[in-house]
């Protein structure tokens, strides 16, 4: 049974910084996609970032490229998400996923089998 659990979300100003970690069991790090998606209120799940098993194939949506880094620790089976130069768009709350198909295309959000709970984060201007 695969479990991810989000933290590290919270509120922030304008220009911080947060960093989310998510703990897996039942998945290994390496095993497929694990990434981040988050959805605002109104609106529909957006992928942010992503990486791929052992190759590393990493992708970041427009908006977050050059802020955001993704990261993991093959040791601790997490993943994590460094949030640097945040903006009030960046509020929504953030999801952990991963999914062991590999796909050929840039993936969406429907391509994600398996979800953790979500942690909020709040950008104030």
């Known amino acids: 049974q695969v479990q991810l659990v989000e933290s590290g979300g919270g509120s922030v100003q304008a220009g911080g910084s947060l960093r989310l970690s998510c703990a897996a069991s039942g998945w290994t790090a390496t095993s497929g996609y694990m990434g981040w998606l988050r959805q605002a209120p109104g609106k529909e799940r957006e992928v942010v970032a992503y990486?791929?098993?052992?190759?590393?194939?990493?992708y970041y949506a427009d908006s977050v490229k050059g802020r955001f880094t993704i990261s993991r620790d093959i040791a601790k089976n997490t993943a994590y998400l460094q949030m640097n130069s945040l903006e009030p768009e960046d509020t929504a709350m953030y999801y952990c996923a991963a999914d062991g198909v590999l796909r050929g295309r840039v993936l969406t959000a429907a391509d994600f089998g398996y979800w953790g709970q979500g942690t909020q984060v709040t950008v104030s201007s």
């Open positions: 990486r791929y098993g052992i190759t590393g194939i990493i």
